[in-house]
């Protein structure tokens, strides 16, 4: 009985864990947003399994303002990452039960000034069949891009997102291996990111858990991890209705990071 007792005092204590992180990422993420919360890269987000039904649509709403970061633009013509808000529209149709086809809308302004339309991305993802509640899952996403000089050196560019996840009753792990370059001067180095995301479903139904955006540098000069981009989000997984929503809170770990930025991200199905 002593056994059982401290068994199920330790499951209890893990799920008020849960509770309490949950509950912080949602109250925190949404005070930033009600004080004019308005943020960093188009899309902050680890792809994972999901796909929209063959013949369907949905769209996803990606928000993120960076609430703490540099008033120096990274290089002529770029916006400063400071109190800027992102707006992005993505919406996108299966095509099969393993394909989906894509579309982003970007756009953004900084504090008190005009919102911007900062160009588009269309991308093609692939998912391959696996048991949607438990093991393994793998696939591909290819992305191409036409931005504005405000959001990116390059005016044309392109993505291979590598995506591998694991999923058990309680958790999921997921990575993204991700190639980036640039398609308006070829001979710029391909860079490499990647970003992982481990998740814990509660008895809620609800998952908590953290996100990580890590840039590597370019592939044939990898390393000096300081001097690159490395974010720490912790996150919130929930669905309200039919409406799913991811929301976290993350801190820049190097120098050449935002200090504080929030995101959120509401996925619509029709």
Known sequence: MNGMHVSLWLLEGRSRVACWLARGVAVAALALVSVGAYAASEEIQVYMDDLSKAGHIGADIHNNYVFSGSGTPDYAGAQPP?????????????????????????????????????????????????????????????????????????????????????????????????LDWTLSNPSNPVGLEIDTKVSYKTNGGYGVGFESYNELGPVKNLGRLNQQSQTLFAALDTEIGKVDLNAGIGRGLTPNSDRWLVKFIIGLGF
């Open 82 to 178: 400071r109190h800027i808000y992102r707006l992005t529209p993505e919406f996108y149709y299966g095509l099969t039960d393993t394909m989906e086809l894509g579309m982003y809308l970007l756009s953004s302004a900084a504090a008190g000034g005009p919102v911007n339309y900062d160009g588009a991305k269309v991308r093609f993802k692939y998912i391959a069949p696996h048991d949607e509640d438990r093991g393994a899952f793998w696939g591909a996403n290819v992305e191409i891009g036409r931005t504005n000089l405000r959001v990116s050196q390059a005016a044309r560019n392109a993505q291979i997102k590598g995506i591998y996840g694991y999923r058990t009753d309680r958790w999921t792990f997921a990575m993204n291996a991700n």
